[in-house]
T-cell receptor, first 113, second 116 residues
Framework: AQKVTQAQTEISVVEKEDVTLDCVYETRDTTYYLFWYKQPPSGELVFLIRRNSFDEQNEISGRYSWNFQKSTSSFNFTITASQVVDSAVYFCALRTYGQNFVFGPGTRLSVLP | GAVVSQHPSWVICKSGTSVKIECRSLDFQATTMFWYRQFPKQSLMLMATSNEGSKATYEQGVEKDKFLINHASLTLSTLTVTSAHPEDSSFYIC????????????FGQGTRLTVV
């Protein structure tokens, strides 16, 4: 069975603080893909990143960075110098080849001015 | 990037009526489309997987006679909520996978259904 856990239900930070959103996944497949999506109040899912199971290199994109640790089955997401516009629900998701997405429960991030 | 268009973005209907939601892949052919439902403050839950030209595969607990899915072409899948009830009020999102890239999937904007 496949599962994605996001232990943090809600996080509140003050603008300019760094924040890390945790994601732990379970799968027996050796080939899989991990995703992060942002869901603002309007509801649409905004794609942030995709990482395949063979690429453990960490990635940085502007204020966003991702830490993929296969040994601990984690794919954590860090926002540096958070901004009010970062306030949203963030979903971590797992997908194996040809299959549907399995989403985590989401983490609601509130960035206060 | 690839675009998936979902329509309508919101709809209000009376109990007992049916509502159709369309999901279109605008610039690629989608052999597989997925339909998700999201209740307030919850995650996305897969309802069904539809493959072009064949019957949809429904997840456990999803009534196939209530949520009719049609995937008649490689660019269009529809979800019809039949005899809608207030408990069907939810946010419905589709996603589509290109025929040539099965690891990718693109999401529609979602449809907020309110049944009164």
């Amino acid at each position: 069975a496949q599962k994605v856990t996001q232990a943090q239900t809600e996080i509140s930070v003050v603008e300019k603080e760094d924040v890390t959103l945790d994601c732990v996944y379970e799968t027996r497949d050796t080939t899989y893909y991990l995703f992060w999506y942002k869901q603002p109040p309007s509801g649409e899912l905004v794609f942030l990143i995709r990482r395949n199971s063979f690429d453990e290199q960490n990635e940085i994109s502007g204020r966003y960075s991702w830490n993929f640790q296969k040994s601990t089955s984690s794919f954590n997401f860090t926002i540096t110098a958070s901004q009010v516009v970062d306030s949203a629900v963030y979903f971590c998701a797992l997908r194996t080849y040809g299959q549907n997405f399995v989403f985590g429960p989401g983490t609601r991030l509130s960035v206060l001015p | 990037g690839a675009v998936v268009s979902q329509h309508p973005s919101w709809v209000i209907c009376k109990s007992g009526t049916s509502v159709k939601i369309e999901c279109r892949s605008l610039d690629f052919q989608a052999t597989t489309m997925f339909w998700y439902r999201q209740f307030p403050k919850q995650s996305l839950m897969l309802m069904a997987t539809s493959n072009e030209g064949s019957k949809a595969t429904y997840e456990q607990g999803v009534e196939k006679d209530k949520f009719l899915i049609n995937h008649a072409s490689l660019t269009l899948s529809t979800l019809t909520v039949t005899s809608a009830h207030p408990e069907d009020s939810s946010f419905y999102i589709c996603s589509a996978s290109p025929a040539t890239g099965r690891t990718e999937a693109f999401f529609g904007q979602g449809t907020r259904l309110t049944v009164v």
